[in-house]
């Protein structure tokens, strides 16, 4: 009882500390988008519009008041859960932006994060299982190079391997414009297509998905290799695992069912920090290969100086990150009663 009372409290903290965070957050991406050079006005009319003109929109948008005016304007707003009004978008509204491209997003995310998970047990369980051989060094050297490697580059290097030079698969974007996407409840082409039984619709949307996600579960996988592969070295010196072989047991069977199920304990802890990773390096995967995901609208509404669009999208991918944090922080404590807070 008294542990599920300090899990309670603790879970307590973590909610009342929620609103001060994103609140961080938000004062901090309000006052770096108008630290910088640029004027937004410039983006929506051309730096060639008339002076009168320019500060009758200034005045519309309310960018002539004073910062500390728009700042508690702008508070308000998410208060009453309005994130705003784009400015380039012909007056879209930020949640309508983002309801209409993070599906792109989560899509690529659940993809790259099978990939990263799978890729780091594999490499992981293999070099901890061999350790101080050639393939313990190699699972080393794969968990440093995949996590200091530029995500752009990587995604470059596969796009000029297996598209230019193979002609495997193709160079970007989600779906062929030639042909009609698949229609459903989740906005993940892939889970729509599977959904209607349509598997011509989920092997495009597939062959179209998985560069982007590779690319993004390579570079994260690193990640998931070094702990793995730290923690199952840990649990196969463990006594209980030394009196399963004492008792018999296949050596294999002792790896699946009692070193590997507890190694990957503290993976679920780093899923919340990957979560953040993740959305970040989205952004620029959907760059390089235009996916048009909400990390590829967040680096065009930057490159226009969209204020509401950044602004927006930001505080809805802090939102996800501090949500994620807690749900992960419980489940943490749930699966491994030795956690207590």
Do not use: C
């Amino acid at each position: 009882m008294s542990r599920l009372r300090a899990l309670q409290g603790y879970l307590l903290v973590r909610l009342l500390l929620a609103p001060l965070m994103l609140w961080t957050i938000v004062t901090i991406v309000f006052l770096l988008l108008r630290a910088t050079p640029g004027d937004p006005v410039d983006a929506v009319l051309g730096p060639r519009a008339p002076a009168a003109v320019k500060e009758a929109l200034r005045q519309q948008l309310g960018l002539a008041q004073p910062l500390w005016q728009q700042y508690l304007t702008y508070l308000g707003q998410l208060l009453h859960f309005d994130l705003g009004t784009s400015l380039t978008s012909q007056g879209e509204a930020v949640t309508t932006i983002i309801a209409k491209h993070f599906p792109a997003t989560a899509e690529l995310a659940l993809f790259s994060l099978a990939i990263a998970f799978g890729l780091g047990i594999i490499i992981g369980s293999v070099a901890a299982v061999r350790a101080g051989s050639a393939w313990d060094i190699g699972g080393r050297l794969f968990g440093i190079i995949t996590y200091a490697l530029p995500l752009f580059w990587l995604g470059m290097l596969l796009q000029l391997l297996f598209a230019v030079e193979l002609g495997w698969l193709p160079l970007g974007t989600r779906y062929p414009i030639t042909l009609s996407p698949p229609n459903g409840p989740t906005g993940l082409y892939t889970i729509d297509a599977l959904l209607s039984l349509n598997l011509p619709q989920f092997g495009v949307a597939l062959y179209y998905l998985t560069l982007p996600a590779l690319t993004l579960g390579i570079v994260l996988s690193g990640i998931f290799e070094r702990i793995v592969r730290v923690n199952l070295k840990e649990t196969l010196l463990a006594d209980y695992v030394e009196a399963a072989r004492a008792r018999g047991i296949p050596e294999s069977r002792i790896l699946i069912h009692h070193a590997l199920k507890n190694a990957l304990i503290p993976v679920i802890t780093v899923l919340g920090l990957t979560l953040a990773s993740l959305l970040g390096g989205a952004v620029l995967t959907e760059v390089t290969f235009s996916w048009p995901g909400l990390g590829n609208r967040l680096y065009e509404a930057i490159a226009l100086r969209d204020y509401p669009t950044v602004q927006g999208i930001i505080v809805f991918f802090a939102v996800i990150v501090v949500v994620a944090s807690i749900v992960i922080d419980m489940i943490n404590a749930w699966v491994d009663p030795r956690i207590h807070y």
